[in-house]
C-alpha cells in the first residue's frame, strides 16, 4: 500500500534525509513562543488601547476603544505574519526540502495570538453588548458564541488543527505549504479597514467602495483560493494528478480544509452581499453615511454611552 504523500521520506540528490535533522523545535520552546505570542498582543493591546485613550479623553467614547485595540492589534499581526510568508513564498526553490526555521518560531507565536484575540473579542463583547458590569454568566458566553461562533470556529480549527499539524505531523517538511497559510493573513488590513471605514462618522463614499473590493478581493485570493492551490502545487510536486493525490491523503486533511474554509467563505458571503445593499442605495442616501449594516456596533456603543451618563 502506497504511504500518503505528505508522510513519504524527504530525498534530496539521492539521499535520505532524517527527519528532524535541522531543528530541535522542542515542546518546551513551543510553549515559550505560545506566550511570547499572548503577552506581545497583550501590551500591543494595552499600547493601543493607550492611544485611542488620548485620543477619546475629551468625549470619553470608552466602547470605540475596547472595539478598535482588539482590530489594532489584528492588523499587527497580519502585517508581520505577511512579512515572514511572502520572502519565503518568494525565494523558495524547493517545494518541500527548504526549511525555515522562523516559520516554526512565528506558528507558535501566532497560535498565542488567537488565544488572545478570542479573550480580546469576549472583552468587546462584554463591553458593547453586555453593560451590566457581570464578567462571566451562561447566558453572556452563550451570546457570544452565537455572534461569534465563526471567528470561534475559524480559531479552534488553526489552535487545534493547522497548527499542530505544522509543528508535529509534517516531519520537517513543507514550509512553502505553512508560509501559504499565513499568508492568508494579509487580506486582514482590507477587512478591518473596511470595518472601521464603516463605523466612523464620515459618510461612505469612492473610498469606502474601493477599499470594500480590495477586501473581497483579497480575501477571495488569500482564504479561498489559497487551499486549492495548495492542493494542486503539493500533487504537481509528486507528480500526480490532483485526484490521484486528493485520494491518496488521509481523510482530516480533507476535513481540516473544509472547516478552514467554511467560515471564511461565509464572511465573504456576507461581505459581498453587505457591499451589494450599499451599492443598490440612492445615492443621497449614501451621501448623507447611511451605514451598511442595520444592527451596527456603532448604534450599540449610543446605547451604552447612554446608559452611563
Same mark, same amino acid.
Given at each position: 500500500?502506497? @504511504?500518503?504523500?505528505?508522510?513519504?521520506?524527504?530525498?534530496?540528490?539521492?539521499?535520505?534525509?532524517?527527519?528532524?535533522?535541522?531543528? #530541535?523545535?522542542?515542546?518546551?520552546?513551543?510553549?515559550?513562543?505560545? !506566550?511570547?505570542?499572548?503577552?506581545?498582543?497583550?501590551?500591543?493591546?494595552?499600547?493601543?488601547?493607550?492611544?485611542?485613550?488620548?485620543?477619546?479623553?475629551?468625549?470619553?467614547?470608552?466602547?470605540?476603544?475596547?472595539?478598535?485595540?482588539?482590530?489594532?492589534?489584528?492588523?499587527?499581526?497580519?502585517?508581520?505574519?505577511?512579512?515572514?510568508?511572502?520572502? $519565503?513564498?518568494?525565494?523558495?526553490?524547493?517545494?518541500?526540502?527548504?526549511?525555515?526555521?522562523?516559520?516554526?518560531?512565528?506558528?507558535?507565536?501566532?497560535?498565542?495570538?488567537?488565544?488572545?484575540?478570542?479573550?480580546?473579542?469576549?472583552?468587546?463583547?462584554?463591553?458593547?453588548?453586555? %453593560?451590566?458590569?457581570?464578567?462571566?454568566?451562561?447566558?453572556?458566553?452563550?451570546?457570544?458564541?452565537?455572534?461569534?461562533? @465563526?471567528?470561534?470556529?475559524?480559531?479552534?480549527?488553526?489552535?487545534?488543527?493547522?497548527?499542530?499539524?505544522?509543528?508535529?505531523?509534517? #516531519? /520537517?517538511?513543507?514550509?512553502?505549504?505553512?508560509?501559504?497559510?499565513?499568508?492568508?493573513?494579509?487580506? $486582514?488590513?482590507?477587512?478591518?479597514?473596511?470595518?472601521?471605514?464603516?463605523?466612523?462618522?464620515?459618510?461612505?463614499?469612492?473610498?469606502? $467602495?474601493?477599499?470594500?473590493?480590495?477586501?473581497?478581493?483579497?480575501?477571495?485570493?488569500?482564504?479561498?483560493?489559497? $487551499? %486549492?492551490?495548495?492542493?494542486?502545487?503539493?500533487?504537481?510536486?509528486?507528480?500526480?494528478?490532483? @485526484? /490521484?493525490?486528493?485520494?491518496?491523503?488521509?481523510?482530516?486533511?480533507?476535513?481540516?480544509?473544509?472547516?478552514?474554509?467554511?467560515?471564511?467563505?461565509?464572511?465573504?458571503?456576507? #461581505?459581498?452581499?453587505?457591499?451589494?445593499?450599499?451599492?443598490?442605495?440612492?445615492?443621497?442616501?449614501?451621501?448623507?453615511?447611511?451605514?451598511?449594516?442595520?444592527?451596527? !456596533?456603532?448604534?450599540?456603543?449610543?446605547?451604552?454611552?447612554?446608559?452611563?451618563?
Amino acid at each position: 500500500m502506497e @504511504l500518503d504523500p505528505l508522510e513519504q521520506e524527504s530525498v534530496v540528490g539521492g539521499d535520505v534525509v532524517e527527519p528532524h535533522v535541522h531543528r #530541535n523545535f522542542s515542546l518546551p520552546g513551543i510553549l515559550l513562543h505560545y !506566550v511570547i505570542g499572548f503577552i506581545g498582543s497583550v501590551v500591543i493591546y494595552l499600547l493601543s488601547y493607550d492611544i485611542h485613550w488620548n485620543y477619546y479623553k475629551r468625549d470619553r467614547k470608552r466602547v470605540n476603544m475596547f472595539v478598535y485595540t482588539v482590530r489594532f492589534v489584528r492588523i499587527v499581526h497580519a502585517v508581520m505574519a505577511t512579512g515572514v510568508a511572502i520572502p $519565503i513564498m518568494l525565494i523558495t526553490t524547493e517545494f518541500l526540502k527548504q526549511r525555515f526555521l522562523i516559520l516554526d518560531m512565528f506558528v507558535a507565536i501566532s497560535g498565542g495570538y488567537l488565544t488572545f484575540d478570542v479573550f480580546g473579542k469576549y472583552n468587546e463583547h462584554l463591553q458593547v453588548y453586555e %453593560p451590566s458590569g457581570c464578567l462571566v454568566s451562561y447566558r453572556i458566553v452563550r451570546r457570544f458564541v452565537k455572534r461569534n461562533y @465563526l471567528l470561534i470556529l475559524h480559531h479552534l480549527v488553526l489552535v487545534c488543527a493547522v497548527y499542530p499539524a505544522v509543528l508535529f505531523a509534517r #516531519n /520537517d517538511e513543507g514550509d512553502f505549504l505553512v508560509a501559504c497559510i499565513l499568508f492568508t493573513e494579509f487580506c $486582514i488590513p482590507f477587512t478591518e479597514g473596511q470595518w472601521i471605514m464603516e463605523r466612523t462618522l464620515e459618510p461612505h463614499n469612492l473610498r469606502y $467602495i474601493v477599499l470594500s473590493m480590495v477586501a473581497i478581493s483579497t480575501t477571495f485570493v488569500c482564504r479561498i483560493l489559497i $487551499i %486549492p492551490f495548495m492542493y494542486e502545487a503539493t500533487a504537481d510536486h509528486f507528480e500526480l494528478s490532483l @485526484l /490521484d493525490f486528493i485520494l491518496s491523503l488521509a481523510p482530516w486533511w480533507h476535513l481540516t480544509a473544509v472547516a478552514y474554509l467554511v467560515p471564511n467563505c461565509v464572511w465573504l458571503a456576507q #461581505n459581498v452581499f453587505k457591499i451589494v445593499v450599499y451599492l443598490r442605495l440612492p445615492y443621497e442616501r449614501r451621501k448623507k453615511g447611511s451605514k451598511v449594516e442595520a444592527n451596527t !456596533v456603532l448604534e450599540k456603543e449610543e446605547k451604552c454611552l447612554l446608559k452611563e451618563d
